[in-house]
């Protein structure tokens, strides 16, 4: 079992991919569901097609849905991509879409999702056990032990 | 995120300064070649200890190369990650890719540890990415490290008084207030020099910097002038003949030998003696009093913050004040003298109607101003006279006026020394200012008896309280009302021993033998004592 470390407000979160595949539930019927109208009508009939995402601060390749892009390039530029009444944690992952999953700290996220109060609030919604829409703090390893030389 | 040590508060708190960061520091002075601010010190020390830390993680991960995005790779190739905590990994495979956002790239699969973990990484990737290193950046560019000067702010409190202890203790540092210089860079300053600047300053008749003693001593020309005045400020401050008494900041000197006498000694009567209470218990008339009284011993907590931008202030004059030739510095005057960069501060008092100058000292710590007696003996001022602070151009110059009238003999309370023992009573006393009539206290002729009782009262304290029952008594009885208000109190009380209104505000509040009449009137009842 992973180490559950305490986030504070200065913690990086981010959308972690792996936590998407291990629950096995599908990233693009969420991508899909908030498409604006203009996209949704185009894609209504479109099959899955995966392409290589590149994570903006590892590097690291992960595959998603074209519709990633999608909401990306489009959909979240429209004004009621996120409204007041989006609820707190749907809010944090579609701005983690719009701007491709850059890690954000609870106080970063406070000034883009103006709805919450405060980021004391975000941190103690995405910072507990109960993780949404695989949105977690940023791993800092890959292996349990550092190399040894 | 790898956090690196250098980043987290705890490295700072147990900050040891090492041998290696002296040196750091000795390099410092040999290369700029003038005094450093403790900040800037600390800084390069900063710097110091982020420059090892980037060199251990270098050779940490020799023999692995840095993965960048940007990068080629091969099969076989260690690579370190950054954004990982520094894991590293080897190229197990490869194969190309596309996304119109990006273009065509590379894909690598990198296996992880023991347990064959693999992921796949971007490379020979064309499109922007911050972890791409560009001509001479390090990974600590990459990570949105704090930066020695962010450091410092954050953790000050930590590393500068561990920077300060050890320059302190070592031999090879000298330092003046906050700069510091290695002792071997100090200009040679001999007996000669200090001998001249001696006679420089009492040629001026004033306090003179630094600057303006060179321009009298011969120093090498090729030394910088930043160093020379350290220099000189540096010999100065070991010779007891001078004194910095520039304002906080500017160091100004001055010879001891024109100084009076007692500067660094609080005036007798302006000792306030040890007068524990437990809690400060008001009577609500009270404590809108005490913005009244410009006491100085008055916690500024219960005072309401004062104007700091107005031009004038008048305060009530006090029998301590009087006798001392001093003035108080309390919330309301304080922002109209310089604080002392030492001890005390040479000032220039300006008499605003005769135009006349002369020296005042300013020992801020203490919270008085020394040097009016003969003004306050020319204007005949008497204890609750009205005497007002004008602020002029120069910061080191402070105007005083008084309210004159013409001199008349007037009937006010004032005190007479019968033997050992004090009485207050009316008296005919020349008045020649305006006064507050309920702090008017005539002194009568004979100050060697006043001064007899208050030495009395020193070595063998009455307590306070009994003192307080017997002012208020024979204030009381002369007052055609029966009553004596609480600031005649604090006035009568002070011309025999040195008091502030909180206690005896709060005696008054507390004891029944004192009746409130309203208004800040009192009576005292004698059956009622405890």
């Known amino acids: 079992m992973a180490a559950f470390i305490k986030p504070t407000l200065a913690t990086k979160f981010h959308i972690d991919f792996d936590w998407w595949q291990k629950q096995a539930r599908s990233l693009r019927v969420y991508l899909f569901s908030h498409l604006c109208a203009t996209c949704a009508a185009r894609y209504a009939d479109s099959a899955p097609h995966p392409i290589d995402w590149v994570d903006p601060y590892t590097g690291e390749v992960k595959q998603v849905d074209v519709l990633w892009d999608v909401i990306r390039d489009c959909c979240s530029h429209q004004d009621d991509f996120t409204t007041p009444q989006t609820p707190l944690a749907v809010a944090a992952l579609l701005t983690f879409i719009a701007n491709d999953n850059m890690p954000l700290t609870p106080v970063e996220l406070h000034e883009t999702i103006s709805i919450a109060r405060s980021p004391e609030i975000i941190l103690r919604t995405l910072g507990g056990r109960q993780v949404y829409y695989g949105i977690r703090p940023v791993r800092t390893s890959l292996t349990r032990k550092r190399r040894v030389s | 995120m790898a956090q690196r040590a250098t980043q ?8 040891t300064v090492e041998a290696s960061d002296v040196e750091r520091l000795f390099q410092v002075f040999l290369e700029s070649n003038e005094p450093q601010p403790t900040e800037n010190l600390a800084i390069q020390l900063i710097q110091h200890r982020c420059q090892e830390e980037e060199m251990a993680l270098r050779s940490e991960i020799q023999g692995g190369t840095l993965y960048q995005p ?26 190309a890719s596309r996304n119109p956002r990006y273009g065509d790239f590379t894909v690598i699969q ?25 001509e001479g950046e390090v990974f600590a560019d990459t990570e949105g490290t704090a930066s020695p000067p962010e450091l410092y702010s954050q953790y000050q409190d930590s590393i500068a008084p561990k920077i300060v202890n050890e320059l302190e203790t070592n031999p090879d540092f000298v330092n003046l207030g906050d700069l510091w210089l290695l002792k071997d860079l100090l200009a040679p300053i001999h007996a000669g020099h200090l001998n001249i ?7 001026n008749e004033g306090p003179l910097p630094a600057d303006a003693i ?9 030394m910088p002038a930043s160093i020379q005045k350290f220099s000189v400020n540096s010999a100065l401050t070991l010779d007891a003949r001078f004194d910095n008494v520039g304002p906080k900041g500017q160091v100004r000197w001055y010879l001891r030998s024109l100084e009076p006498a007692d500067i660094e000694e609080i005036p007798l009567h302006l000792l306030v003696p040890e007068l524990p209470f437990e809690s400060v218990h008001f009577n609500d008339d009270l404590e809108p009093l005490l913005n009244e009284i410009d006491d100085e011993a008055t916690d500024p907590a219960l005072l309401s913050p004062p104007s700091t931008k107005a031009e004038a202030v008048t305060i009530v004059l006090n029998y301590p004040h009087r006798r001392s ?25 300006l008499d605003q109607e005769s135009g006349d100058r002369f020296p005042g000292w300013v020992a801020s710590q203490d919270n008085y101003v020394l040097g009016l007696s003969q003004w306050y003996d020319q204007n005949q001022l008497t204890t609750g006279a009205y005497v007002s602070l004008h602020r002029t151009d120069d910061p080191t110059t402070v105007a005083l006026s008084c309210q004159r009238v013409r001199p008349k003999r007037e ?3 004032g005190v007479v020394v019968q033997g050992s023992k004090i009485i207050f009573q009316n008296v005919r006393q020349v008045i020649a200012c305006e006064y507050d009539d309920l702090m008017i206290v005539g002194e009568g002729s004979d100050q060697a008896a006043l001064d007899a009782v208050w030495i009395s009262n020193q070595d063998n304290p009455k307590p306070l309280l009994a003192l307080l029952q017997q002012i208020a008594m024979e204030l009381v009885k002369i007052n055609p009302q029966g009553t004596v208000h609480a600031k005649t109190l604090y006035s009568a009380v002070n011309v025999v021993r040195r008091c502030p209104p909180v206690p005896i505000f709060h005696q008054l509040s507390t004891h029944p033998c004192f009746v409130p009449m309203g208004h800040g009137y009192w009576t005292f009842d004698a059956t009622r004592r405890d």
């Open chain 2, 70 to 95: 940007q990068g080629s790779y091969t099969v076989g190739e260690e690579l370190v990650f950054p954004r990982f905590n520094y894991d590293a990994g080897t190229v197990v495979s490869q194969r």
């Open chain 2, 325 to 349: 030739g001093t003035l108080p510095i309390t919330p309301k005057t304080a922002a109209f003298f310089p604080e002392a960069d030492n001890h005390h501060v040479r000032i220039t008092l």
């Open chain 2, 110 to 134: 990198v296996e992880f540890g023991e347990n064959g973990d693999v992921r796949e990484f971007v490379a020979d990737f064309a499109h922007p990415h911050s972890l791409n290193l560009g």
């Open chain 2, 411 to 413: 009937w006010i309370r």
């Open chain 2, 214 to 222: 060179l321009k009298d001593i011969e120093l090498p020309a090729d």
């Open chain 2, 8 to 15: 987290t508060a705890g490295y700072w708190r147990q900050l």
């Open chain 2, 197 to 203: 600047a001696e006679a420089a300053i009492d040629i």
